[in-house]
């Protein structure tokens, strides 16, 4: 079946333009995760979403990111005024994540290349 | 100091030798993931565990949860095998969502 996609791929920004980042996650899974990952490091957590409930947006790195899922399944990601910090793959994942979902794997998408110039 | 500590950070072996990667953490933690990130970003789950040991193919997890360590073997490693292994763990606590991942390993297997 389809796993989680993302789009676009590969994102080239000017400094100060507002980009938005779309995350698909497998049909039926409730929980939607978002990560930041800077070249070289692992991915940092960033937001996550439990249905339409944006339930943990502790990693959100500033008041510039945005994220939503408004029907519970589609969720975009949206950064306004980038900056060259910005500049990172970000990570869309997606688990089944009924009530309890310490225990439910999630599933990565490939990812969005942002290149802040 | 990170909360999630691999070890080590780049690892290069010859087709056929036995692989190991070792994850160290400093938080009380649910579950560990293991996960294997090629080149161009795509992540794959490779294991989710919380005791004991699994094991899938040519690759096996361990988890001491009273030392807080995990690791994760390969077996008769291939040049495919290569790719960056990052463990993440799922901490007490914190969100269900938030995982908390080390820097990964980069493993290349030369043929």
């Known amino acids: 079946g389809a796993g989680v996609s993302q789009s676009p791929r590969y994102k080239v920004a000017k400094r100060g333009q507002d980009v938005a980042l779309r995350c698909d996650p497998i049909s039926g899974h409730v929980s939607l995760f978002w990560y930041q990952q800077a070249l070289g490091q692992g991915p940092e957590f960033l937001t996550y979403?439990?249905?339409?409930?944006?339930?943990?947006k502790s990693g959100l790195p500033s008041d510039r990111f945005f994220a939503e899922r408004p029907e519970g399944s589609v969720s975009t990601l949206k950064i306004q005024r980038t900056q060259q910090e910005d500049s990172a793959v970000y990570l869309c994942?997606?688990?089944?994540?009924?009530?309890?979902?310490?225990?439910?794997?999630?599933?990565f998408g490939p990812g969005t290349r942002l290149t802040v110039t | 100091k990170n909360e999630v500590e691999q070890s080590p950070q780049n690892l290069t072996a010859q087709e056929g030798e036995f692989i190991t990667i070792n994850c160290s953490y400093s938080v009380g933690i649910s579950a560990l993931h293991w996960l294997q990130q090629h080149p161009g970003g795509g992540i794959v789950s490779l294991f989710m565990l919380s005791s004991g040991k699994k094991k899938h193919g040519r690759l096996i997890a361990t988890i001491n949860i009273q030392e807080k360590h995990s690791s994760l073997h390969i077996t008769a490693s291939h040049p495919r095998d290569s790719a960056v292994y990052i463990c993440a763990v799922l901490a007490y606590g914190g969100s269900q969502g938030n995982l908390i991942f080390g820097k990964g390993t980069k493993l290349s297997v030369k043929p």
């Open positions: 994942a997606s688990s089944l994540g009924l009530r309890d979902i310490l225990y439910y794997e999630q599933y």
């Open positions: 979403f439990q249905n339409e409930a944006q339930l943990d």
